[in-house]
């Protein structure tokens, strides 16, 4: 899911202003998008990053590929901030509601959705302190 998403940021990238306007970006970055300006690509290019390392580590917990450096405490941290962002819908809806929109919404489920992905993940490679 975290390497759709970082692709996800490529297309938008690609996409141009229509895309940073409909992904929720902000029609700041949308129109520095229309006038050229690296700012988009580059904080763009930095969530894919993320995003993309984010990836490596659930391929890494899989056993995908080879076992990454601190890949428990990674993976723990990512599960942490994907829950978060996904939570942190409700406080905002509780405060300023009209701040939310569909967007938030969607892309706060879909932050859950990953967030307890990774957390059963997480779950499954930490050792079991019952067994001890």
Excluded: N
Aim: charged share 10%; hydrophobic share 55%; with cysteine.
């Amino acid at each position: 899911m975290s390497i759709l998403a970082a692709f996800l940021h490529i297309a938008i990238i690609i996409g141009g202003p229509e895309w940073y306007r409909f992904f929720g970006a902000g029609e700041r970055m949308a129109t520095l998008a229309g006038q050229g300006s690296l700012i988009p690509t580059v904080s763009t290019l930095g969530i894919f990053t993320v995003l993309f390392i984010w990836a490596i580590y659930a391929f890494s917990g899989a056993g995908l590929i080879k076992k990454l450096p601190f890949m428990k405490p990674a993976l723990l941290i990512i599960s942490a901030i994907y829950l978060i962002r996904g939570l942190a819908l409700f406080p905002v809806w509780i405060v300023k509601p009209e701040f939310i929109s569909s967007l938030h919404i969607w892309s706060s489920l879909v932050c859950l959705v990953i967030g307890f992905s990774y957390a059963m993940g997480t779950r499954r490679i930490w050792p079991d302190s019952s067994a001890k």
